[in-house]
C-alpha cells in the first residue's frame, strides 16, 4: 500500500475552501502549521502521517499504527477472503480496514504477522537490503543434521530462479526441529530450503522480525505495537 505525498498548497486546498492563490498569504500570516511549526513554503512535503493545522482546524492528524498477530493455522494472511478466515477478522480495532500485512505467512503456516497503515515501513522490513532477520521454528519428516548447517550458512541454490539465497543461520533444536533465521523472503523460502535435502517441512511458526517477538501473545491473539518496532 502506498501513499504520496503532496504540496502544502495542494493539500490545503483540497482540504478547505481556499484556492490554491490563497495559500501564500495564509503561510505569510502564519494561520498553516506542519508538524506543531509555522509553514513557510507552499512546497512542503505532505505525507499520510503529517499534521497539518489550518487557524484552529485540523487538516489531518493520521496516526501510524503497528499491529503484532500471533497467527492459528488455517487462517489466511489476506485482508479479504470469501471462504476462510482472515487475520484481519481476528483483530478488534477501529482502525484494522487501514492496514495492511507486512510479511505474509502461508494458510497452514503460524506465528508472527505485522500489520501497519505505515506504507514506508513495511517496505523497510520487508526489502532484503535492510538486511532485518526473520527467525522461524520448523518440524521436519526427517532428521536434521550438520550437513544442513553448512549448506544454509553458503546459501542454497535454486535452479528455478537461478539464485543463491542469502547466508541463513540455523539452529538444531531436536533430530527432527530445527530454529532457522534469515533476511529474505523468498516464495516459500524455508520450504525449499529444506526441499534441497528432500525434507518436508511438518509445520512452520514464526517467533521474530527482527527485535519484535510474540513475547507471550497467545495463539489467535493480538496487539498495538509501540513506536516502529
Known sequence: MTYKS???DRFVSQNSSYKLSDI???LAQKRIRVDGQAADSIQQKVSKFTHVM???HCLQNNQPLY???NKPKGVVSATKDPEHTTVLDLI????KHELHIAGRLDFNSTGLVLLTNDGAWSRKISLPATKLSKTYEVTLSKPVTGEYVKAFQQGI???YEDITTQPAQLEILSPYKARISLVEGKYHQVKRMFGYFQNEVLSLHRISVGDITLDGLAVGEWRVLGGSG
Open 157 to 159: 541454490y535454486f535452479a
Open 24 to 26: 501564500q498569504l495564509l
Open 6 to 8: 503532496t504540496r502544502l
Open 54 to 56: 489550518l487557524d484552529d
Open 67 to 69: 499491529i503484532i498477530l
Open 92 to 95: 478488534d480495532h477501529p482502525l
